[in-house]
């Protein structure tokens, strides 16, 4: 059984820093690709970051670019999504996606994932 499952959501002031986590568990998963996206209810997902297993690659939203940083724990099966100077616009349901492998263009596309998580809820004030 595949689970991913994000932690570190909460209600923070504009300008403050959060840091969420997903956890990859299963007997054999080891997904290549992980990433994250925001919801917001009404709207569509939105692409945050994703970051790529054995590299250092890493692709951000414009919208976070500066303010955000993924890292990833290889031996945990584990990214971080470290955001900083967060702004009321960020206020969104976070949700950690994986992949297997790569599969070209299109991972800033929620269908380019095999794998998601329920999600943490960000909210943060003004």
């Known amino acids: 059984q595949v689970q991913l499952v994000e932690s570190g959501g909460g209600l923070v002031q504009a300008g403050d820093s959060l840091r969420l986590s997903c956890a990859a568990s299963g007997r054999t998963f080891n997904p290549y690709v992980m990433g994250w996206f925001r919801q917001t209810p009404g709207k569509e997902r939105e692409f945050v970051a994703t970051?790529?297993?054995?590299?250092?690659?890493?692709y951000y939203s414009d919208s976070v670019k500066g303010r955000f940083t993924s890292s990833r724990d290889i031996v945990n099966n584990t990214i971080y999504l470290q955001m900083n100077s967060l702004k009321p616009e960020d206020t969104a349901v976070y949700c950690c996606?994986?992949?297997?492998?790569?599969?070209?263009?299109?991972?800033?596309?929620?269908?380019?994932?095999?794998?998601w998580g329920k999600g943490t809820q960000v909210t943060v004030s003004s």
């Open positions: 970051i790529v297993r054995g590299t250092r690659l890493t």
């Open positions: 996606a994986a992949s297997t492998s790569w599969r070209g263009s299109g991972y800033d596309s929620p269908q380019w994932y095999e794998y």
